[in-house]
Each structure stands twice: as structure tokens, then as C-alpha cells.
């Protein structure tokens, strides 16, 4: 889990990102972009990251073009300057042509993270012997983002070549000039907050180290995604709880192996007491939680999750919901089978 640190950022969502790259990855690594056209004093911003390189031992990952040696009044043969900052990867998005890119890569030592949206076979043939990754767009105007069809065709060139792939998710809690509009891979990300993009990517691109694009998200979403990593459990935010399923907040819970495209039901729940009463909607919905009844004989107390909509079932209760803004996450819960529940904010 990386972040990312623009010289457009304000200063107080620089301090944030600083503060969660130092705190909450274990990379101590973050991204930046050294060749945004709205970016004036990019020398002063490469003092920033000279002080935090020295100061807290942060690494970078700094996007570059003719451009940005142009404004930093650097040549080719020049660019290791750029080690003494920290930067660490330099990420070729264009303007570079193979000879180039070999050139910088052995100037500076530098890794050599490719724009993994738009690169071929051909070149990464080409580049071949140089220590690659590969490392996705970001798409600032709505509209312009990827499909997770393309992205997984474009990750296995990687895969076929034993390479490491960094994929984006946008921010949730501000966003980066000049649009603000979110910096999403996938443009069906954009607008969405970060704990169910986070799991998206995780679970659609699995071996992918996944970045922030801008900003911090939401402290709650962060020690949601730090629970994940730690301990494979996903978290599984809880509204409207019937006092019969209290005892899922007790968890964790391991998902049922088989799978019925129907709900996932959660081992050991069977034989729980069962609720006095209850109130069900139109159906049982897509995320609602639903018990077994006595009616159901030996299976009264299992509890579903339920992955989409179903008629209702007399000898079923619904006893809570997954918040609705974390609906989606009954999509995910196959990333571990392995669930904690909790109360939801």
C-alpha cells in the first residue's frame, strides 16, 4: 500500500499523505509526478522531497518527461541527481525513446516503472535487462478511465514476464487540481470510496500493489485495509442489527467453501437462537443478512449473506444489512473467506 505526493498538493494534504506513508506503509515509499503542467516550482518541490528522503527515509517514485529535466535545467546524462532526492523508480510515461530510457536507468540506478495502461510486447522486449515494473495510469477527466478487462490483459504482460505491477485507486477525501474530479484507474471507481476500491483491485488484480492516487481516505478505511493486510480478514461494516445477531460482531467468521451464486453462509451459525420477530423487505435483498428459522430444522440459526436479490422465504428472517455504502463488498468476501463484522459508523 503506497501514496502519492503532488507539488500541486496543499500543504496540509501533503502533511497527511507524508504522515500515512510513514506510518501505515511498509514500503515508505511514495509516488509523485514531476511533469504536471500546472506544477511551477518544481526545484523547491525536489527540496521537499530531499528533506523527507533525509528526514523520515521516504523513497519516491517520480513520473518524468523532457519536460521535467527542462524545468530542473537537467540533461539526460544528469538525471542521478534525481537519487539524491530519493526517488528511487522513475516511471516513463513518454517522450523517451528506448536508448533513453536504458541511458537514465543506468545514470541514476533507477528502477524503471513503464506506464503498464500503455505498454507492449515490443517494448518491453526491447527494454529487456533493465530492472522493470510496471505501473498504471491514473485518468484526471471523467470518462477516460479503464476497464478491468484491459487492465488484466495488459497486467499478464507483466505476469508472463515475472514483473511487478502497481495499480491506482482514486482519493475519497479531497482531490488532486486542477479538476478534482478523482484520479481513478478504473473509471467505474471514480466517486466510490476507497475501502470498496481497495478491495476491488485486491480482488480483480490479485498481486498488484495497490497506490492512492491522491490524499489520504477515510481513517476508518484505512484501518480497515491495514486489518486486511495484517490478517486476511475482511471487514464487513453491519446496519440495522437484530439483538438475535449480536454475537456476528464477536467474529471473525470463516465464509462456507461451496459456492451457490445465491448468498455465502457463515460456518458455524448453525443452531444460534433464532429472533422472536422481525421485519423483512420487498425481498431479500442483495446484502442483507438472513437467519434460518425453526422451520428450517437443524440449519435454524445459519446465517447468509445474500449476493443478490431473492424472493422472500417464510422459513427466513432478515437480521441486519450491510451499510449501503459498503453494499458491494459481498462481492469480495472469496478474497479470504475470512470475515469480521462490525457496527456500522
Same mark, same amino acid.
Given at each position: 500500500?503506497?501514496?502519492?505526493?503532488?507539488?500541486?498538493?496543499?500543504?496540509?494534504?501533503?502533511?497527511?499523505?507524508?504522515?500515512?506513508?510513514?506510518?501505515?506503509?511498509?514500503?515508505?515509499?511514495?509516488?509523485?509526478?514531476?511533469?504536471?503542467?500546472?506544477?511551477?516550482?518544481?526545484?523547491?518541490?525536489?527540496?521537499?522531497?530531499?528533506?523527507?528522503?533525509?528526514?523520515?527515509?521516504?523513497?519516491?517514485?517520480?513520473?518524468?518527461?523532457?519536460?521535467?529535466?527542462?524545468?530542473?535545467?537537467?540533461?539526460?546524462?544528469?538525471?542521478?541527481?534525481?537519487?539524491?532526492?530519493?526517488?528511487?523508480?522513475?516511471?516513463?510515461?513518454?517522450?523517451?525513446?528506448?536508448?533513453?530510457?536504458? &541511458?537514465?536507468? =543506468?545514470?541514476?540506478?533507477?528502477?524503471?516503472?513503464?506506464?503498464?495502461? %500503455? !505498454?507492449?510486447? #515490443?517494448?518491453? $522486449? *526491447?527494454?529487456?535487462?533493465?530492472?522493470?515494473?510496471?505501473?498504471?495510469?491514473?485518468?484526471?477527466?471523467?470518462?477516460?478511465?479503464?476497464?478491468?478487462?484491459?487492465?488484466?490483459?495488459?497486467?499478464?504482460?507483466?505476469?508472463?514476464?515475472?514483473?511487478?505491477?502497481?495499480?491506482?485507486?482514486?482519493?475519497?477525501?479531497?482531490?488532486?487540481?486542477?479538476?478534482?474530479?478523482?484520479?481513478?484507474?478504473?473509471?467505474?471507481?471514480?466517486?466510490?470510496?476507497?475501502?470498496?476500491?481497495?478491495?476491488?483491485?485486491?480482488?480483480?488484480?490479485?498481486?498488484?500493489?495497490?497506490?492512492?492516487?491522491?490524499?489520504?481516505?477515510?481513517? &476508518?478505511?484505512? =484501518?480497515?485495509?491495514?486489518?486486511?493486510?495484517?490478517?486476511?480478514?475482511? %471487514? !464487513?461494516?453491519? #446496519?440495522?442489527? $437484530? *439483538?438475535?445477531?449480536?454475537?456476528?460482531?464477536?467474529?471473525?467468521?470463516?465464509?462456507?467453501?461451496?459456492?451457490?451464486?445465491?448468498?455465502?453462509?457463515?460456518?458455524?451459525?448453525?443452531?444460534?437462537?433464532?429472533?422472536?420477530?422481525?421485519?423483512?423487505?420487498?425481498?431479500?435483498?442483495?446484502?442483507?443478512?438472513?437467519?434460518?428459522?425453526?422451520?428450517?430444522?437443524?440449519?435454524?440459526?445459519?446465517?447468509?449473506?445474500?449476493?443478490?436479490?431473492?424472493?422472500?422465504?417464510?422459513?427466513?428472517?432478515?437480521?441486519?444489512?450491510?451499510?449501503?455504502?459498503?453494499?458491494?463488498?459481498?462481492?469480495?468476501?472469496?478474497?479470504? &473467506?475470512?470475515?469480521?463484522?462490525?457496527?456500522?459508523?
Amino acid at each position: 500500500m503506497l501514496f502519492s505526493l503532488y507539488p500541486t498538493d496543499p500543504v496540509e494534504v501533503r502533511d497527511a499523505v507524508v504522515a500515512a506513508a510513514r506510518d501505515h506503509s511498509a514500503e515508505h515509499a511514495l509516488f509523485t509526478s514531476l511533469h504536471i503542467p500546472e506544477a511551477d516550482d518544481l526545484a523547491a518541490f525536489a527540496d521537499h522531497l530531499r528533506t523527507l528522503h533525509e528526514r523520515d527515509g521516504l523513497t519516491f517514485c517520480a513520473d518524468i518527461s523532457p519536460v521535467t529535466l527542462m524545468k530542473l535545467g537537467i540533461g539526460r546524462d544528469e538525471v542521478g541527481v534525481l537519487r539524491d532526492w530519493g526517488v528511487r523508480w522513475v516511471r516513463i510515461d513518454f517522450g523517451f525513446d528506448v536508448a533513453d530510457i536504458a &541511458r537514465i536507468a =543506468e545514470v541514476g540506478d533507477f528502477k524503471v516503472a513503464l506506464n503498464a495502461s %500503455t !505498454v507492449g510486447d #515490443a517494448e518491453l $522486449d *526491447a527494454l529487456d535487462g533493465l530492472t522493470l515494473v510496471g505501473w498504471h495510469n491514473y485518468y484526471p477527466r471523467p470518462e477516460t478511465g479503464l476497464t478491468a478487462d484491459f487492465v488484466r490483459r495488459q497486467n499478464a504482460l507483466f505476469a508472463a514476464r515475472g514483473l511487478e505491477v502497481f495499480t491506482f485507486i482514486p482519493g475519497e477525501l479531497t482531490f488532486r487540481a486542477p479538476l478534482h474530479l478523482g484520479l481513478p484507474m478504473l473509471e467505474e471507481q471514480r466517486h466510490r470510496n476507497a475501502y470498496v476500491n481497495y478491495l476491488q483491485v485486491a480482488q480483480e488484480f490479485p498481486g498488484t500493489t495497490i497506490v492512492f492516487a491522491e490524499g489520504v481516505p477515510l481513517p &476508518r478505511h484505512l =484501518e480497515w485495509i491495514e486489518h486486511y493486510e495484517r490478517t486476511g480478514e475482511i %471487514t !464487513v461494516p453491519l #446496519a440495522a442489527i $437484530d *439483538a438475535a445477531a449480536d454475537f456476528l460482531l464477536e467474529g471473525p467468521w470463516r465464509i462456507r467453501i461451496e459456492e451457490t451464486g445465491l448468498s455465502e453462509r457463515l460456518e458455524g451459525t448453525r443452531g444460534r437462537p433464532t429472533p422472536a420477530s422481525w421485519v423483512n423487505a420487498d425481498v431479500r435483498e442483495r446484502g442483507s443478512v438472513q437467519m434460518d428459522l425453526p422451520n428450517y430444522g437443524r440449519y435454524a440459526g445459519e446465517t447468509h449473506l445474500m449476493l443478490r436479490d431473492a424472493p422472500l422465504d417464510p422459513r427466513q428472517a432478515r437480521v441486519a444489512d450491510i451499510a449501503a455504502p459498503y453494499r458491494s463488498v459481498v462481492d469480495r468476501l472469496r478474497l479470504s &473467506r475470512l470475515v469480521r463484522f462490525v457496527a456500522a459508523p
